[in-house]
T-cell receptor, first 114, second 113 residues
Framework: GDSVTQMEGPVTLSEEAFLTINCTYTATGYPSLFWYVQYPGEGLQLLLKATKADDKGSNKGFEATYRKETTSFHLEKGSVQVSDSAVYFCALDRPTSGTYKYIFGTGTRLKVLA | NAGVTQTPKFRVLKTGQSMTLLCAQDMNHEYMYWYRQDPGMGLRLIHYSVGEGTTAKGEVPDGYNVSRLKKQNFLLGLESAAPSQTSVYFC????????????FGPGTRLTVT
C-alpha cells in the first residue's frame, strides 16, 4: 500500500548549519507531495509542495525536489535558524477513484541551537 | 479571517463519558478531516467529509462518530471514551484533493482517565 517514510529524529543542528530531512514514498500513479511544519502548540501548516516529477517546491529558504526515479522528496535548507525549530511532516496525496488517499509521515523533530 | 477553529482546546474525560469536538472553517471548503496525533505515529485520519451531509471512514474510525450538517462545521463525537483515545485531535479542511493543501486548526488535547 501507499506509504511515506521519514528519517527519525530528533535532528539537532547549530544555527547556520545545512539541513536535510529525508522523505521517501511508495505510491502507485503520480501523487502530489507536501512538506508541512508544526511549531510548538500549533497545528500543521503547509511549507511547500510539488505536484509532478522534477518539480521543485520552495518557501522560506526551504526546498524539496520531486524525484520520481528515487521516489524521494527530501527537504533542504542551506542555513537554519533557531526559529526553524519545529516538527516537519512529509505527506502525499494520491487521488483515487471514489476514495481518499492523503498520507502523512511520522514527522521529524528539528532543534536548532544558537 | 479565522481559518479553522476548534473547540475546546483542552478536555479531561473519565472513561465512559461522552463528548463532542467542534470544528469550524470560514474558507468555504468542501473537504474536512479529523486526525489524531500520537507520539511516534504521525497523523492518522479518523473520518473525513467531501461535502455537506457526507462523511466517510478514515484509517482509525472505531470509537468515533462524525456529522457534517453544515458545510462550515464538522463535529467529532466520542460516545464512550476510553484511555486509548487520549491524544491530540486536529481538524483540517481543503478546497479539494490532489494538489490542494490542507489547513489545520490549533488542535484539541484530550485526556481520558
Amino acid at each position: 500500500g501507499d506509504s511515506v517514510t521519514q528519517m527519525e529524529g530528533p535532528v539537532t543542528l547549530s544555527e547556520e548549519a545545512f539541513l536535510t530531512i529525508n522523505c521517501t514514498y511508495t505510491a502507485t500513479g503520480y501523487p502530489s507531495l507536501f512538506w508541512y511544519v508544526q511549531y510548538p502548540g500549533e497545528g500543521l501548516q503547509l511549507l511547500l509542495k510539488a505536484t509532478k516529477a522534477d518539480d521543485k517546491g520552495s518557501n522560506k529558504g526551504f526546498e524539496a525536489t520531486y524525484r520520481k526515479e528515487t521516489t524521494s522528496f527530501h527537504l533542504e535548507k542551506g542555513s537554519v535558524q533557531v526559529s526553524d525549530s519545529a516538527v516537519y511532516f512529509c505527506a502525499l496525496d494520491r487521488p483515487t477513484s471514489g476514495t481518499y488517499k492523503y498520507i502523512f509521515g511520522t514527522g521529524t523533530r528539528l532543534k536548532v541551537l544558537a | 479571517n479565522a481559518g479553522v477553529t476548534q473547540t475546546p482546546k483542552f478536555r479531561v474525560l473519565k472513561t465512559g463519558q461522552s463528548m463532542t469536538l467542534l470544528c469550524a472553517q470560514d474558507m468555504n471548503h468542501e473537504y474536512m478531516y479529523w486526525y489524531r496525533q500520537d507520539p511516534g505515529m504521525g497523523l492518522r485520519l479518523i473520518h473525513y467529509s467531501v461535502g455537506e451531509g457526507t462523511t466517510a471512514k478514515g484509517e482509525v474510525p472505531d470509537g468515533y462518530n462524525v456529522s457534517r450538517l453544515k458545510k462550515q462545521n464538522f463535529l467529532l463525537g466520542l460516545e464512550s471514551a476510553a484511555p486509548s483515545q487520549t491524544s491530540v485531535y486536529f481538524c483540517a479542511s481543503s478546497y479539494s484533493t490532489g494538489t490542494y493543501e490542507q489547513y489545520f486548526g490549533p488542535g484539541t488535547r484530550l485526556t481520558v482517565t
